[in-house]
């Protein structure tokens, strides 16, 4: 079962508080995403911290029902 896009979006911004997310179905099958997440909370933290931010906030969904997401992070 695959996520919707706009699922992935509401699962960011709601755990990651005033980000903004951009989602892009990669291979249009609604199961390969590109998120690019842009946060204040970002700031002075190296990328793989930034990228465990957004799969903290999508949960147990990553590798289940989200099956690939391709991340692109920044600080504002």
Same mark, same amino acid.
């Given at each position: #079962?695959? #996520?919707? &896009? $706009? =699922?992935?979006? *509401?699962?960011?911004? $709601?755990?990651?508080? /005033?980000? +903004?997310?951009?989602? %892009? =179905?990669? *291979? /249009? ?6 998120? @690019?997440? !842009?946060?204040?909370?970002?700031? /002075?933290?190296?990328? !793989?911290? +930034?990228?465990?931010?957004?799969? &903290? &906030?999508?949960? =147990? @969904? #990553? /590798? ?5 997401? +391709?991340? %692109? %992070? &920044?600080?504002?």
């Amino acid at each position: #079962m695959a #996520m919707a &896009a $706009a =699922d992935i979006e *509401a699962l960011i911004v $709601a755990g990651i508080p /005033g980000s +903004q997310v951009e989602i %892009t =179905d990669l *291979a /249009g099958d609604g199961d390969h995403y590109a998120a @690019r997440v !842009i946060s204040a909370s970002f700031a /002075g933290l190296p990328r !793989i911290r +930034q990228h465990q931010a957004v799969y &903290a &906030a999508l949960g =147990d @969904r #990553m /590798g289940g029902v989200l099956h690939a997401l +391709q991340l %692109t %992070t &920044a600080a504002e």
